[in-house]
Nanobody, 115 residues
Framework: QAQLVESGGGLVQAGESLRLSCAAS????????MGWYRQAPGKQRELVAS???????NYADSVKGRFTISRDNAKNTVSLQMNSLKSEDTAVYLC?????????WGQGTQVTVSS
């Protein structure tokens, strides 16, 4: 059964960095988009960044220049390097994998940025 497992969340101070990782298992598909979403209390889930199988990336305006998404197709992993973190980045971050036949979510990892 296909599943995603995230790691790397935690508590940091404003201005510091964190790196999130997500590993997909049970996947034999070769074409899919992987992405990171986040959801803060009382707010809607929003896209943070995504990356296609060919490496095309997309970022939310609020994280451009601070976050970098990357993936390893051979290992079915995606990472999110988050620099210059702000208190407004505090949220549960969820990994997502999707293509025409799948739309899979991880369980989420908490990122808390103290100001």
């Amino acid at each position: 059964q296909a599943q995603l497992v995230e790691s790397g969340g935690g508590l940091v101070q404003a201005g510091e960095s964190l790196r999130l990782s997500c590993a997909a298992s049970g996947i034999t598909d070769t074409i899919y988009t992987m992405g990171w979403y986040r959801q803060a209390p009382g707010k809607q889930r929003e896209l943070v960044a995504s990356i296609t199988s060919s490496g095309r990336t997309n970022y939310a305006d609020s994280v451009k220049g601070r976050f970098t998404i990357s993936r390893d197709n051979a290992k079915n992993t995606v990472s999110l390097q988050m620099n210059s973190l702000k208190s407004e980045d505090t949220a549960v971050y969820l990994c997502n994998l999707r293509n025409s036949v799948r739309n899979i979510w991880g369980q989420g990892t908490q990122v808390t940025v103290s100001s």
